[in-house]
């Protein structure tokens, strides 16, 4: 707050008072300075610590391929693996209240197996029959729960034909070599720490009836913690 | 600059009230809005010195999620394209060369040891009408990184491939796009990729979007890119 002091003009009597009273305003308000103390924006760079990590986003870590394809024919879940498999490991990496994790992948998915009935317009079981997802999921260090968080990334394999306008109908190809990603910021909402054990990559496919298999490849995946 | 006192008062002299105003009033107007940078000790401040976004409650924001955020390119005109050819290795179409994106490279200078991530979208569509060989086919779009000013072959980063399909004729799917209809719109894709790299003070950072185009002729549009810097 604005420090605040007596006014003396010319011709007064010095009172030892009134001068003690300015000084020990003085020392009470400047304990407590604040933003009307300060010009905005004060704080730079080179006023903040940088002792060990970075100040405010720490534990970088990424994961790369190149080479390795992985088929992915499963309904369930399972972790994508282009070796190395796209799971960072912390071991009880601490997630504050208000801090956040930034969560990314960019996979390709180069091949799709349709099945029945391939190759001739028809309509899907589900609306989601010909798709295949991806979803981010973590282990918690204290609990070992393992839960999905984020939305679920999908992709649709067919595409419009000739002949059958958009719609639910699986259509005469298949649409393939989708680069495929999802960005996600987990923000720790919660009132208590959340430790994560491990962040990891999920695919599976939604109906194998339809779409047994994708094929995945060349992806990174990259999170870091960002705080509050 | 620090707080200077205007009037010095000198043993055994009379102090005036004048003077001690002008002491009073100088200190007055160093305490508010008088104190800059140079006044607060380098190295001083710790996260809890800065006032911290609302995450809960109130708005879940977030003040430092993201580094300083160096240069955006975000094209908003949905008709402004750019071009790339294969003319510049029209003996070679199927080898893997690469040229950058215009307006998807930026050059950053390393102050400290830091972190850049790099976020980068665009549409890339090579044109059937101008393909040397049809069918050759689907164009790479990489994430590319050179140090300095020597720009090398292997600097593209595999992992980060793309493709970007050429304008498939009805009927043939000769880009393996999955596109067998009209050509032109249906080969489209979008390539989206997020990278980060770790790097020295004092490097000289390139990083662009490249492309490695497999026809004659092909464009790219709705161009968008960030750089995020966090140094250490």
Avoid at chain 2, 201 to 229: C, F, Q, W, Y
Wanted: hydrophobic share 40%; aromatic share 12%.
């Amino acid at each position: 707050m604005p420090v605040s002091v007596d006014t003396y003009e010319g011709g007064d009597a010095m009172v030892a008072a009134d001068v003690n009273a300015d000084y020990a305003a003085i020392a009470a308000e400047t304990a407590i300075l604040d933003d009307e103390n300060t010009r905005s924006e004060w704080c730079s760079r080179q006023h903040i610590s940088q002792a060990g990590n970075a100040t405010f986003n720490l534990n970088f870590a990424q994961l790369e391929d190149s080479n390795t394809t992985q088929v992915v024919n499963s309904t369930t879940f399972a972790q994508v693996n282009l070796v190395p498999a796209f799971r960072i490991t912390y071991g009880g990496l601490v997630l504050q209240p208000g801090e956040v994790l930034r969560c990314h992948f960019d996979i390709n998915a180069i091949a799709a197996t349709i099945l029945s009935p391939a190759g001739t317009p028809g309509y899907l079981a589900n609306e989601d029959s010909d798709c295949y997802q991806f979803r981010f999921f973590f282990r918690n260090f204290v609990s070992g729960v393992v839960a999905g968080f984020g939305p679920t990334a999908t992709y649709s394999t067919t595409n419009k034909g000739t002949t059958v306008p958009p719609s639910t109908g699986i259509q005469s190809v298949d649409r393939i070599g989708q680069r495929c990603s999802l960005h996600n910021c987990f923000l720790n909402a919660t009132a208590a720490a959340i430790s994560f054990d491990w962040i990891e990559v999920r695919a599976r496919v939604c109906d194998t009836a339809y779409l047994s298999s994708v094929s995945i490849k060349e992806g990174t995946f990259q999170v870091f913690r960002a705080l509050h | 600059m620090p707080f200077t006192v205007p009037v010095v008062f000198v043993a055994a002299t009379a102090v005036s009230a004048t003077s001690l105003q002008t002491n009073h009033t100088a200190l007055r107007k160093y305490i508010n809005h008088g104190i800059i940078k140079a006044d607060i000790l380098p190295v001083s401040v710790t996260t809890t010195d800065i006032v911290r976004g609302e995450y809960a409650n109130v708005v879940r924001d977030h003040q430092f999620t993201t580094g300083d955020i160096f240069t955006q390119f975000v094209e908003t005109d949905l008709f402004s394209n750019s071009y790339a050819t294969s003319h510049f290795k029209s003996y070679d179409l199927y080898s893997l060369k690469t040229e950058a994106v215009p307006n998807m490279s930026k050059r950053v200078i390393m102050e400290r040891d830091g972190t850049i991530f790099f976020s980068a979208g665009m549409a890339a569509i090579g044109d059937a009408n101008y393909e040397l060989t049809p069918g050759k086919k689907a164009s790479g779009v990489y994430v590319q990184i050179s140090l300095n000013d020597r720009v090398i072959a292997t600097d593209y980063i595999p992992s980060t491939y793309g493709r970007a399909y050429t304008e498939d004729n009805a009927g043939a799917d000769v880009d393996t796009s999955g596109n067998t209809t009209v050509h032109g719109i249906y080969s489209r894709r979008w390539y989206a990729q997020r990278y980060w790299r770790t790097f020295n003070k004092g490097d000289i950072v390139n990083i662009a979007l490249v492309v490695d185009p497999r026809s004659d002729k092909m464009h790219i549009t709705a161009r968008n890119l960030n750089l995020e810097v966090f140094y250490r």
